[in-house]
């Protein structure tokens, strides 16, 4: 479990929000998005975010099964000008 320790009063309401707002917990830069999505998914990870590209990130994020949302994530090369 990410949040330790779990049995302190305050991790459940701040584990909910965080999950409420969709808001991961951590975050983990993988090499190809598309890739480790498709792995994942194919080993029953639920995704709560599936792949999108937002300015030169691409990002999914999947629920951890204890209460965290993580995210993934690929840095997109800037374009040489």
Not at 13 to 39: C, G, M
Not at 59 to 68: H, I, P, R
Request: one cysteine or more; a negative charge; glycine letters at 6%.
């Amino acid at each position: 479990m990410l949040l330790e320790p779990s049995g302190h009063r305050a991790v459940g309401p701040y584990k909910q929000a965080l999950v409420e707002d969709n808001i991961p917990a951590a975050s983990f830069k993988v090499d190809n998005l598309h890739t480790e999505h498709e792995r994942l998914a194919a080993l029953g990870v639920n995704f709560t975010q599936e792949p999108m590209e937002f300015g030169n990130v691409k990002m999914a994020t999947l629920d951890d099964t204890c209460g965290n949302l993580i995210q993934i994530l690929e840095m997109i090369p800037e374009a040489k000008t």
